[in-house]
């Protein structure tokens, strides 16, 4: 049983800073990608940042700059470190972990205040 478990979620004023973490655990097999997506009200689910084995970061435009993602290997971990939220990162929040397939967490709500 494989299993996602995200934390760190919650709301914050705008210029404020969250990281949220998300820790895999289960047979995932050899993790490839580990990645976060976002789905506001009313819009599609986007790719916020991803980290793919051997690669560098790949980041939105919307959140360059401002958003770091990082994986502690040893623990199955990823995180996303966001400063300087606006209101538009408002969002459920998803990791995603590729291993044998994809696997997606439960989601974490994100809401920014002006």
């Known amino acids: 049983q494989v299993q996602l478990v995200e934390s760190g979620g919650g709301l914050v004023q705008a210029g404020g800073s969250l990281r949220l973490s998300c820790a895999a655990s289960?047979?995932?097999?050899?993790?490839?990608?580990m990645a976060w997506y976002r789905q506001a009200p009313g819009k599609q689910r986007e790719l916020v940042a991803a980290?793919?084995?051997?690669?560098?970061?790949n980041y939105a435009d919307s959140v360059k700059g401002r958003f770091t993602i990082s994986r502690d290997n040893a623990k199955n971990t990823v995180f996303l470190q966001m400063n300087s939220l606006k209101p538009e990162d408002t969002a459920v929040y998803y990791c995603?972990?590729?291993?044998?397939?994809?696997?997606w967490g439960q989601g974490t709500q994100v809401t920014v205040s002006s």
């Open positions: 995603m972990v590729v291993g044998s397939r994809a696997y």
């Open positions: 289960g047979s995932i097999g050899s993790i490839n990608v």
């Open positions: 980290l793919t084995s051997g690669s560098s970061p």
